[in-house]
């Protein structure tokens, strides 16, 4: 016969005073001591077949995957709710699937192109000076705004007829307009008031650019964008305070 230590269920042995590994008493399968005589026991004849995975009745355990007592008949733990008799109970969950390697798609990269070649500006035809533009503050009689204020920068300006074009008018560089001769202290001077461009045969021909008070060649009003020729000599009314002689050189 084999006994187990009431403490200790798994703890059995043949010895039926005490248990080996604890030294309780050992008692047999109706809880009878081992110094107590020795019952006639009628076996009982089980007819059904026992639940799946139920607890084996009478006996405390420990459950099989979290540790937590589960007592007689319990077949769900309080601790992870769990069978605790059946180590393959996953708690109604699938195992995981392993993960499948899935190899990154391949990066395509376009091919750099070089930049394109900066073609570098057009160079400035440039001719022979045989005139220069000089504007000179004039305060003389002409027609102006009431209270109209001078400027403070009365220098003079000039600049040599050795180009296709040459501009006259205020500068606004956020618009880029950058004339030849600025006249930036004049309030009647148009950001584009004028222009002087060259013909073929190298007379320049003055232009007023739609300007808000007008062009006047010596002493005359121009058409807006009506070509006029110029030479030596020449005087030219900008705005209300400057006065652009044609000089030789």
Not at 180 to 197: C, K, P, T, W
Not at 216 to 239: M, R, S
């Amino acid at each position: 016969m084999t006994y187990h230590c009431p403490e200790h269920p798994t703890h059995t042995s043949a010895n039926p005073e005490y248990c080996p590994e604890c030294g309780d008493a050992m008692v047999d399968d109706l809880g009878k001591t081992g110094n107590e005589p020795a019952q006639v026991i009628v076996p009982h004849i089980v007819t059904a077949a026992p639940a799946v995975n139920a607890a084996p009745s009478g006996e405390v355990f420990k459950c099989v995957h979290c540790g937590e007592e589960v007592q007689e008949g319990d077949d769900c733990c309080i601790g992870c709710g769990r069978n605790p008799f059946d180590k393959n109970d996953t708690g109604g969950v699938p195992a995981a699937a392993p993960p499948v390697f899935v190899p990154p798609a391949p990066v395509v990269v376009a091919p750099v192109r070089p930049p394109a070649p900066v073609a570098p500006p057009a160079p400035v035809a440039t001719y022979p000076v045989t005139l220069r533009l000089v504007a000179r503050f004039d305060d003389g009689p002409r027609e102006r705004v009431a209270n109209s204020e001078q400027p403070t920068d009365q220098s003079d300006r000039s600049v040599d007829l050795d180009r296709d074009v040459v501009k006259i008018g205020r500068t606004d560089r956020k618009h880029n307009i950058l004339p030849e001769i600025s006249l930036d202290g004049d309030a009647g001077v148009s950001r584009r008031q004028a222009e002087l461009n060259r013909g073929p045969d190298g007379t320049y021909f003055l232009k007023d650019t739609d300007s808000a008070n007008g062009t006047k060649l010596n002493g005359t009003a121009v058409e807006a964008n009506d070509p006029t020729a110029v030479k030596a000599g020449d005087t030219i009314a900008i705005g209300f305070w400057f006065t652009v002689s044609v000089e030789a050189v």
